[in-house]
């Protein structure tokens, strides 16, 4: 009789969401500021280690913007890098999104649910930040991103953050409205 070895069954934690709800101004994700989203600022951050399958942001859009809005997730990479780490592969046609003259009119946008996306392959880690890629701005034609203006999610440890080419520019007292499902 030969001696077989069986896998142990292995558990499976359900998804997980992650939400930060509350958000009372926009801001605009333009020629200038090309990435917005949270950032992960410490390594014991809730969202440390966490692998996502799908985020959501509430965005609206201003005149008549071009081009497409993705979600990804970037590193700083301890300074002015933007390397990406992952794609959500959902895109949105600007020109699709609901109209607003000062973002008040957003709804919410779902990156990563559809068919063919591939969630992370990889826990997130301090410096990574979740956010919204967008780069067919002209003019006044940009889209907007809500955020709370006030710290309302795991303190300084996970904050607001904007990709002003070529820098990061960080807001410890904001956090960007969002919800993130695990996989």
Not at 11 to 24: C, G, W
Not at 39 to 65: Q, R
Request: a negative charge; charged letters at 20%; glycine letters at 10%.
């Amino acid at each position: 009789m030969s001696n077989f070895i069986i896998d142990p069954y292995k558990f499976k934690e359900p998804p997980q969401t992650y939400e930060q709800l509350d958000s009372n101004v926009a801001t605009s994700i333009d020629a200038d500021k090309v990435f917005v989203g949270e950032g992960i600022n410490a390594a014991d951050a809730e969202l440390v280690g966490v692998t996502l399958a799908s985020v959501t942001f509430k965005l609206a859009k201003n005149a008549t913007p071009a081009g497409t809005v993705t979600a990804q997730v970037r590193n700083l990479g301890g300074g002015s890098d933007f390397t990406l780490v992952h794609d959500f592969g959902t895109t949105y046609t600007a020109t699709d999104l609901p109209a607003s003259v000062d973002g008040s009119d957003a709804t919410d946008h779902t990156f990563g649910e559809s068919e063919g996306d591939d969630p992370m392959t990889s826990p997130l880690s301090n410096g990574d930040v979740i956010g919204v890629y967008y780069t067919g701005a002209t003019g006044s034609n940009w889209v907007w991103i809500r955020y709370q203006n006030t710290d309302v999610y795991d303190g300084t440890k996970a904050i607001f953050q904007r990709y002003d080419d070529p820098t990061w520019t960080n807001q410890t007292g904001a956090d960007c409205y969002f919800s993130f499902t695990s996989t």
